[in-house]
């Protein structure tokens, strides 16, 4: 197999990181038309053409496009290279020397395999995943201890993992990108930024495209690899940050105890609460849709463990609040619906979430949580906007939930116990055995 000579810079670049024994995990793109599916073939296929008996695997956000994608493109780099030792099968590539590339379907079932458990036995020499800002971020944690497990010992290979893709704010963003913007890049991650612009085969009817496209998110994204695409003037919340909230260790845990809990009841997510001392929120409870009797077990427990009182406990008033109030006598049941006490807002949720906004832009707020939760947060903090941006003569809002839902495929159940917390911020506290949240002062 010879080499093929149509190589552009960045690709020979990303060459020189695959082949070394430092670069583990590389990251490839940033825009459209750099060149990504190409050295992803390219790759694999010379991997497996030079180390016989080597599996390698290649995964998208789903099969199908696994199949269908990645296979036209294999193709037109194997007639490139004028290479026919291989078929392709339903399951991936088959090389005549025993080597194999395997299609992986990354989606991510949170109900059904919400740890990647089905990955958790497979042993491959390396691999690469494609178009990543739509895979989730626990697929390529587990694919990183399921590579460099087969044949690498022998021939004295370090495993390798290539991440192609285009800017997204999620786990590649805060993973590659920020850390390369700043000079930070663990020894072991590398970041090459591709552009069409570098690709000196891209057509100049697909450049055109790109720079004409009528949608400038579009265009920041795919023609100029914006990573900052989405500084979208109704987000309240910088999206650096909403990553800062997790490494803030400048703010100290200082003061009273406070929980605040969002409810799982049937048709909904989580039930979700955190403890704040001060502005440090740590999640303490996480699960599924539970019993309302559970509920109030594990909501007792946790004030009894943690020490807090039940007048600094805040639970959301949809159905299950109510009967929560009336067996834990003293807790808040909060009433978003409700009056602000600024008449600058709508309502009292959304002057709460003006104020969580404040704090997360000031750098003055942090979360504990596992990485799991740390991007399920990130992306609903993201989906907290203001509604009627342009206008001058309404209250603030927010957008509505069923909004925040179709972006997130689920309830903004950690967003929703983030807000709550800042009742706490925003008034007195209330005196009284018996008190809401919708109390006036």
Known sequence: MEQEAKINLKQRLAYNYLRDGI???????????????????????????????????????????SRESVAITFGKVAKSHGF????????????????????LDLTYYPMKDPMYERLGSKEYTGGWIEEAGQVHYLAFEVLKTRVGRHLND?????????????????????????PW????????????????????????????????????????RLFFGNWEYDDDPTALCDYDAICDIFTNEHVKATGLGRLSADLAMKGRDRFVTGKAVGHVCTIIIDKEYSPGKMIETDLRNAMIEHRVSRSNVVADSDGLGAFLESYLTGI????????????????????????????????????????????????????????????????????????????????????????????????KPLRGAKATVTDVD
Not at 45 to 65: A, E, I, S
Not at 383 to 409: F, H, P, R, Y
């Open 332 to 427: 808040k049941e909060f009433r978003g619906g409700a009056r602000a006490l600024d008449d600058r807002y709508d309502n009292l949720k959304t002057q709460c979430a003006f104020k969580l906004a404040e704090l997360i832009n000031n750098r003055d707020f942090r979360v504990i949580c596992s990485r799991e939760q740390e991007e399920r947060i990130k992306a609903e903090l993201a989906q907290l906007k203001q509604a009627s941006v342009d206008s001058d003569t309404k209250k603030k809002g927010l957008i509505s939930k069923d909004q925040m839902k179709a972006a997130l495929n689920h309830s903004p159940d950690y967003l929703d116990m983030l807000i709550m917390l800042m009742i706490f911020e925003i008034r």
């Open 181 to 220: 913007k700043e000079h930070k890049l663990e020894r072991e991650y590398a970041f090459i930024p591709a552009l069409v612009q570098d690709n000196p085969w891209a057509t100049e009817d697909y450049i055109e495209m790109l720079r004409s496209t009528k949608d400038e998110v579009t265009k920041q």
């Open 23 to 65: 670069h583990k995990f590389i990251a490839y793109g940033g825009a459209g038309g750099g060149g990504k599916s190409w050295l992803g073939c390219e790759w694999l296929m010379q991997c497996c053409h030079y180390l016989p008996g080597t599996r390698w695997f290649v995964g998208r956000n789903n099969l199908k496009d």
């Open 84 to 103: 026919h030792a291989y078929k392709q099968t339903s399951d991936g590539f088959v090389f005549n020397n025993g080597s194999e590339i395997i299609f």
């Open 154 to 178: 022998v021939y004295g290979i370090p495993s390798k993992i290539l991440v192609t893709c285009n800017p997204k704010k999620n786990w590649l963003y805060t993973t590659f990108y920020r």
